[in-house]
Structures are given as structure tokens and as C-alpha cells.
């Protein structure tokens, strides 16, 4: 399997402390300033589709409280790199909260550092999960439920609501990372673990390649492997299977038994049936907090991806077929998204 020879060295040891704390500069040239921080936005859903809106700079993000129902649960969805509003999975997940209901939905829209090169972005990350946590802190404050607050995000942006949990001065409950970002996420940068809120769920779809390649969360899933390429990726390769975390938690929140996971050491022995006798979860949305180790499953390679309780049987009948031309753009533009 061909991966991305160029991206090799984002992996390798770098001897600098993980950073562990954030402090604001105002004259950055390796990471984003107070000031381009400060021009990030947020953008609270206020109808029952994709278009209606309202969106503010970060700093005045605590006048959306008020278009805010304290008594349903919020829900903080973040991008990746070269990220925006407009892509198909950003729009996928907002959407199937929306269409659900019953949550006040939120988008962190840092698109203005998000399409910088990959390392300044990274580096960057820190500082829009500090910005991130400083908003939910002033929501907190005002009356928002913390207790039925989730962070989702996908690459840089799992990562991003990783630090965000880690900067809040309340204990977030849950965390959703869709195939975190790996590269300087080992070296320079610390990635998304279980110190950040009560109960993450990692869901891995290009482990290893753009993804992180571990177990970092209370709960990892591992679709069609985590680290093969997903069924339906033939074209748009590991881009295409980094996405596809994002359409596979969608799903999820539609249809919650969409997707259900056996515990098992490795796919090779999922593979083999070795742990056909093992407990089993939902993956997704409604993944229990009481989920914990590593889960395998398969996936359709188009949609519905979901198998149900289907999925924990292999079938080596399926395969890895083209993705369409739609896929690899949206893929050939946002490598790390």
C-alpha cells in the first residue's frame, strides 16, 4: 500500500516539551496570533437546515446564549484543516443533528487559521481549543447545562476539542474525535486522550496515515480495520477513508443502531472470528459511556454504511471499490481536513 511518503517526517520524534499549557502571544510566526484567534467564529444553527444560522467572532460568542435552549443538550462540532461550512461532512453531521432535534448545534469555524500550511495549523491548534474553552466557559457561566455537552470533531478539529476539554475549567462530558490528526500529534503537539472530558470515543478510519495510530480514547473504533482503506475509497485512497469517519458518525446519529462494534484485540482476529463470542456496542452517537477497549466492525461501502449487528460478522466479499470524482475533489482539497 502506497501512503504518503512526504508526510513521513511530520511523524518522526521532535525534541520539544508537549505542550501541556497555553499562552497567548500577540507576534506569532509558527502559530496563530491572539488576534487571528480572536477573528475565529462561531456559528449557532437557529433553524432546521444548513443555511439558517447565526454566526459571531469568538469574542462575542457568549451574545448566541441567548438564541440558546438551556434545557436540551449542545452539541459543538469543529473541522479540520482547509475545513469549512460548505464541505459534505460538515454539512452531514450538522445536518443529522439538526433532522434529530432537540439540541442547540454549534460549528467552530477557525477556517481563517485552518488554511494556513499543515504544520503552522497544527501548531495552532492549542490556541483554538483555548479560544474554544474560553467560550464554553462563559456559556457555563451564563446557565448552559454543561452536563449535556459533547464536543465533535474531525482531524485537527478532534484534536481542537481535545484541548478545548483540557482548557475548560469544568469537566466536559463527552468528547467524539473522528479521525484525529496524527502527524506532530506524537512530537510536537500532545493529541486527544482520555484526560480531556468524562468519556471519549475515538472512531478511526485512516489509522496510521492522517490519523492517529492508537488507542487514545476510552473507547476506540475500528471500522473495516481503522487502518485498510474503507470500502468505497478506491479512487480518493486514504483521503477518502479520513472523511469517512465524519459520514460514518452521521450516520450514526440518525440511525443510533447503525453501526455495532465487537470487542477484540486486533482485526486480524476479528477477521478470523476469534471474537465472535465477545461483548458488543453501538459506535456512534449513542455509544455507551460504559463502552471501554477496542471494537472492530464492517461497513457497506456506500450508503447506508451501517450493518447493524451484521457488521461483527466478516465477509471478505467485500471490497474496496472507486469512490466517486465528488469524493476525490472534496479529498485533492482538504488532504487534512
Known amino acids: 500500500m502506497i501512503r504518503f511518503a512526504g508526510l513521513l517526517f511530520l511523524w518522526l520524534p521532535i525534541a520539544m516539551a508537549a505542550d501541556t499549557t497555553y499562552t497567548p502571544c500577540t507576534l506569532c510566526l509558527y502559530q496563530a496570533s491572539s488576534s487571528k484567534l480572536a477573528a475565529t467564529k462561531v456559528r449557532l444553527y437557529t433553524g432546521e437546515d444548513v443555511d ?137 503537539l500532545d493529541h486527544i486522550n482520555t484526560d480531556d472530558a468524562d468519556f471519549v470515543q475515538v472512531i478511526h478510519s485512516d489509522d496510521g496515515v492522517i490519523g492517529l495510530n492508537s488507542d487514545v480514547g476510552h473507547v476506540d473504533f475500528y471500522p473495516n480495520g481503522g487502518t485498510n482503506l474503507q470500502p468505497g475509497c478506491g479512487l480518493a485512497g486514504h483521503i477518502c477513508s479520513h472523511l469517512r469517519a465524519c459520514f460514518y458518525y452521521a450516520e450514526s446519529v440518525r440511525n443510533e443502531s447503525a453501526y455495532v462494534g465487537q470487542i477484540c484485540d486486533s482485526y486480524r482476529k476479528f477477521k478470523k472470528g476469534s471474537c465472535d463470542s465477545n461483548e458488543v456496542a453501538v459506535m456512534g452517537y449513542a455509544t455507551p459511556t460504559t463502552a471501554s477497549g477496542k471494537y472492530y466492525f464492517q461497513t457497506n461501502s456506500d450508503t447506508p454504511y451501517g450493518r447493524g449487528v451484521q457488521g461483527t460478522t466478516y465477509d471478505s466479499s467485500t471490497n474496496i471499490v472507486t469512490s466517486t470524482v465528488e469524493d476525490l475533489w472534496e479529498g485533492l482539497t482538504s488532504l487534512f481536513g
Open 52 to 188: 439558517t444560522y447565526t454566526e459571531v467572532e469568538s469574542t462575542e460568542a457568549l451574545s448566541l446564549f441567548d438564541q440558546m435552549d438551556v434545557s436540551k443538550p449542545t452539541v459543538v462540532y469543529t473541522h479540520g484543516l482547509y475545513g469549512t461550512p460548505s464541505w459534505q461532512s460538515t454539512k452531514a453531521i450538522i445536518d443529522a443533528y439538526l433532522q434529530r432535534g432537540e439540541h442547540n448545534v454549534l460549528y467552530m469555524n477557525w477556517a481563517n487559521i485552518a488554511v494556513s500550511a499543515y504544520v503552522y495549523a497544527a501548531r495552532s491548534v492549542p490556541g483554538v481549543g483555548y479560544t474554544l474553552a474560553t467560550i464554553l466557559n462563559e456559556w457555563v457561566a451564563a446557565g448552559l447545562n454543561s452536563s449535556s455537552l459533547h464536543l465533535v470533531g474531525h482531524s485537527m478539529g478532534a484534536e481542537i476539542s481535545g484541548y478545548a476539554g483540557r482548557y475548560a475549567n469544568f469537566t466536559v462530558p463527552r468528547i467524539v474525535g473522528l479521525d484525529p490528526a496524527g502527524p506532530l500529534f506524537y512530537t510536537i
